[in-house]
């Protein structure tokens, strides 16, 4: 059975820290792949780039890794995405053990998840976590808590984090400034020639 690392999100834009800490899961629970699913319209997010542009721009940072895949189960629906029917149909599709990727700051926003529990038996958390982070006994809390009401299972890796945000680099992009090595350059060009996040 593939062993399938999930890592969602808006990737407005995707940038280095992504495909880094997805490379290095990857290779820390030695997982066959990892499918980037871009969001379509979140219930959290509200994105002024369309799905289509994102996903482009998720499909040019990975073309030259096989082990990197992308999905357009959330970008194609049109509707709000809702992790626990992504999985179901991503597992439709590509049967396996899945490891959802999320950051430690997203331990404290699972037990708002639609159906968490119905997804926990779904998936298995991995939580990126900084080597430095101070508030460990916080996240030990709140991974007890999420044990004892939904039955969630969240391993937590130490890695490597990339200390940039896309709202960071948008802000950069919009007064022209550089964002080289920040994001690879063919998505860099990619947004030059669509004139991405000028106007934000």
């Given at each position: 059975?593939?062993?399938?690392?999930?890592?969602?999100?808006t990737?407005?834009?995707?940038?280095?820290?992504?495909?880094?800490?997805s490379?290095?899961?990857?290779?820390?629970l030695?997982?066959?792949?990892?499918?980037?699913v871009?969001?379509?319209?979140?219930?959290?997010k509200?994105?002024?780039?369309s799905?289509?542009i994102?996903?482009?721009?998720?499909?040019?940072?990975?073309?030259?890794?096989?082990?990197?895949?992308?999905?357009?189960?959330?970008?194609?629906?049109?509707?709000?995405?809702?992790s626990?029917?992504?999985?179901?149909?991503l597992?439709?599709?590509?049967?396996?053990?899945?490891?959802?990727?999320?950051?430690?700051?997203?331990?404290?926003?699972?037990?708002?998840?639609?159906?968490?529990?119905?997804?926990?038996k779904?998936?298995?958390?991995?939580?990126?976590?900084?080597?430095?982070?101070l508030e460990?006994?916080?996240?030990?809390?709140?991974?007890?808590?999420?044990?004892?009401?939904?039955?969630?299972q969240?391993?937590?890796?130490?890695?490597?984090?990339?200390?940039?945000?896309?709202?960071e680099?948008?802000?950069?992009?919009?007064?022209?400034?550089?964002?080289?090595?920040?994001?690879?350059?063919?998505?860099?060009?990619?947004?030059?020639?669509?004139?991405?996040?000028?106007?934000?």
């Amino acid at each position: 059975m593939e062993k399938i690392g999930i890592l969602g999100g808006t990737f407005n834009p995707i940038h280095y820290g992504h495909l880094m800490i997805s490379e290095y899961l990857r290779d820390e629970l030695n997982l066959d792949k990892v499918i980037y699913v871009p969001t379509g319209y979140s219930p959290h997010k509200i994105n002024s780039i369309s799905a289509d542009i994102r996903y482009k721009m998720v499909e040019i940072a990975i073309k030259n890794n096989d082990n990197f895949q992308i999905s357009d189960v959330e970008a194609k629906s049109g509707e709000i995405s809702y992790s626990v029917n992504t999985v179901k149909k991503l597992k439709e599709n590509h049967p396996g053990e899945y490891f959802f990727l999320i950051g430690s700051d997203t331990i404290f926003q699972l037990k708002t998840w639609r159906k968490l529990e119905e997804l926990s038996k779904e998936v298995h958390f991995v939580a990126a976590l900084r080597p430095e982070y101070l508030e460990i006994d916080k996240i030990d809390e709140e991974i007890k808590y999420l044990k004892k009401n939904f039955n969630t299972q969240i391993t937590i890796i130490n890695g490597p984090l990339y200390q940039v945000s896309s709202t960071e680099l948008r802000d950069r992009i919009k007064t022209k400034k550089s964002v080289r090595y920040l994001i690879p350059d063919e998505v860099i060009r990619f947004i030059r020639e669509n004139n991405l996040y000028r106007d934000e």
